[in-house]
Each structure stands twice: as C-alpha cells, then as structure tokens.
C-alpha cells in the first residue's frame, strides 16, 4: 500500500509531527483530493486539545483545497486533475436535508478532521463527492481557497442567509478573529456599517482597514459601547467568538427586531450561555445559529471573489509548510500575536 506525510497527534495536547501513514481508501461515492492547500483553524486547536473528541492517533485539517486525485465508481459529476474545494460539513448525500441543499446540518455528515482524517496530509478523502465537491473557479489559488473553507464561508452564510443586513444597517462583529474579519469584510461588501467589538488592538486595527468604522474594545460595556455608536443597537449583530461574555453581548447590543447570529462554537463551560430571553421578547429579537456553509451555496460567494468584490486573499496570513503545522497548532494555546488565517501548502 502507498504511503503519504501527514501531520498526527497521538494524545491530546501531545506535539503533532510529520509521520508517514498509509494512503486513505477512495469511497465508492466519493474522492481523494491530492491537498494543495490547507487552513489552520481554532477548530483543529479543539481537537488537538480533546475539547471536540476525536479518534486517536488522528489527522487533522478541514479547510482545504486540491486537485482529485482518484473518482470513485459511484460518482457522476467529478473527474481527476478538477482543482476543488469543499465544505467543511460533508453531507450524506441522502437524506431530506441533503436533498434539499442543507448539508449543513444533516444528521449523519462527516467532517475530514474531526469525524475521520483530515487535510494536514497530502491526501485526504471525502464522501458524497456529487454532493459535496466544489469545482475552483481557475482565478481562486489554493491558499485563497482553503481560507475560505470553514471560517469565510460561514461568515459568508451567517449574513446573507441569517443576518440579511440591507444597505446602510448597522453590524456588530463580536470577535475579531479569522471568522469576524471575515463578517467585517463581506458585511462591508454587502453595504452594511460594521462595528467590531474585540480586546485585541491588534485585531480592531485590522478590523478597521477590512471596513470597520467603529472599533470597541471589549470589556463590561462592550454592548452599552455599539448601541450608542450606532445610534440605539445594531440592526444585526454576530458573535464569532463563542464565549458566554460575548453570546450576550451580541444578544445586548441590538435594536428592537435585530437579529443575533452564533458562530463561534460554545463549547465546554459556554454551551450554556445566560441569554438574555426578557430583551428577546421585549424587542422581538431574533436567536439564530449557523453551522458552515453548504456546496449549494458556494458558487454565489466564489462568483464575489472572482469579481474582487470579496478579498478572502487579505485574510491570509503566515503560510507554512506541513513540517510547521504543530507549531501553528501549539501557538494557538497562546493570545494571538499575528493578524490573519495560517494556510499550510503542501505539494
Ligand atoms: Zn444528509
Ligand atoms: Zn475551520
């Protein structure tokens, strides 16, 4: 059997290194993509830290992009040498939801990194390719394109499917991380004001060069701070960190009839965040969740980006081989010191 370089942690929080493992399977009804590109994300640093269990020894990336490499017989739509990108939710394929283009949220997805191995190797598998497999536009690079594939493009689908700010309403951006600079920028292109909320001075400096007119260092007034600035509340307002302080801050800062979007996961001691449900009823607001983003949804964003009307390429920051991935990882244990998303290349 062929061999490939992975990147594999073996215990939780234990160092992550390079090893060789053996090639991935092609599934009947999916594909091998050879990996170009691949994404550190704050949702491999949960994993490695055993935050969201995984299987171990385990293999993880799931913002990734590449070429396929093998077709299995049951697909119709994918032939080898296709530059491609997928969702990090992959869909059964099957079920009411999947038929109907919410993969999102199908009960039995599978995400490479998280259920199974994932992209820090050189290939990776992925099911229901018809389904899920994402043809690249030619002018959208593989670096470009795995920083699209979780935190861009869910950002992308928490305002237009949830959020819909109209031209000239006001969005709070509540985490100035890889998903919030991503809301600013496509908040921005949408025509919305944007004001970002962080503690980071770094992070709302690179806010306000994305669009955002309104910089808030975050701190107990943080929702007291964006109703004023935009005149009685945020018409939409997004957290996409995912702490307890910032869920109701997002909840706070709203204007009678805002809608609230969760996107940064609540996970361990926030899952339970104590929303504020007498201001949800007393200014009719609207709670909603949102989970990635859909293959069905992807063309319309990628048509922004191959316009120039969205630049997720201004996201990226530091690009590094497969070798420093565990290093990329370990330094996610600690704040933040470079603005942007770390994309390893491989290949
Ligand atoms: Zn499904
Ligand atoms: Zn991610």
């Not at 399977?25 to 594909?31: I, K, L, N, Q, S």
């Not at 979007?261 to 709670?287: C, F, K, N």
């Not at 969205?310 to 603005?339: H, K």
Request: proline share 6%; net charge negative.
């Amino acid at each position: 059997m062929s061999r490939m370089k992975a990147v594999q942690f073996t215990e939780y929080a234990a160092a992550p290194h390079v090893v060789s493992v053996a090639e991935p399977d092609c599934p009947a009804d999916g594909v091998l993509i050879r990996v170009g590109a691949t994404g550190v994300c704050r949702s491999d640093w949960h994993a490695w830290q055993g935050h969201d269990p995984v299987r171990l020894p385990h293999i993880p990336g799931h913002e990734l992009a590449g070429v396929i490499a093998q077709v299995g017989h049951e697909v119709a739509r994918r032939r080898v040498g296709e530059r491609v990108t997928v969702p990090f939710v992959c869909g059964c394929g099957s079920c009411d939801f999947c038929l109907t283009g919410d993969a999102q949220v199908c009960p039995d997805q599978t995400q490479p990194g998280f259920t199974g191995p994932g992209s820090f190797a050189e290939l990776v598998a992925v099911r229901a390719a018809d389904l899920n497999v994402v043809p690249l536009p030619e002018s959208v690079d593989f670096v470009t394109a795995a920083s699209l594939g979780c935190r861009f493009a869910t950002a992308f689908r928490a305002l237009t499917a949830h959020g819909r700010p109209q031209q000239g309403e006001w969005v709070a951006v509540h985490g100035c991380g890889g998903v919030g600079l991503s809301t600013v920028m496509i908040a921005t292109a949408l025509g919305a004001h944007v004001v970002a909320v962080d503690v980071s001075d770094a992070a709302l400096a690179r806010a306000g060069e994305l669009g955002a007119e309104v910089l808030v260092v975050s701190g107990d007034n943080a929702a007291g701070e964006v109703v004023d600035a935009t005149g009685g509340g945020a018409h939409v307002s997004i957290d996409a960190l995912g702490s307890a302080q910032t869920a109701v801050a997002s909840v706070e800062c709203l204007r009678p009839r805002g809608r609230h979007v969760q996107v940064g996961l609540l996970l361990g001691p926030h899952s339970t965040p104590p929303l504020p449900m007498d201001l949800v009823v007393a200014r009719e607001l609207e709670i909603y969740g949102s989970h990635g983003m859909a293959a069905r949804d992807y063309p319309a964003m990628l048509a922004l980006v191959e316009s120039g009307t969205l630049r997720p390429d201004l996201l990226v920051g530091d690009v590094i081989g497969l070798e420093d991935a565990g290093a990329a990882l370990a330094a996610m244990s600690r704040p933040a010191t470079r603005a942007g998303i770390t994309v390893i290349r491989i290949n």
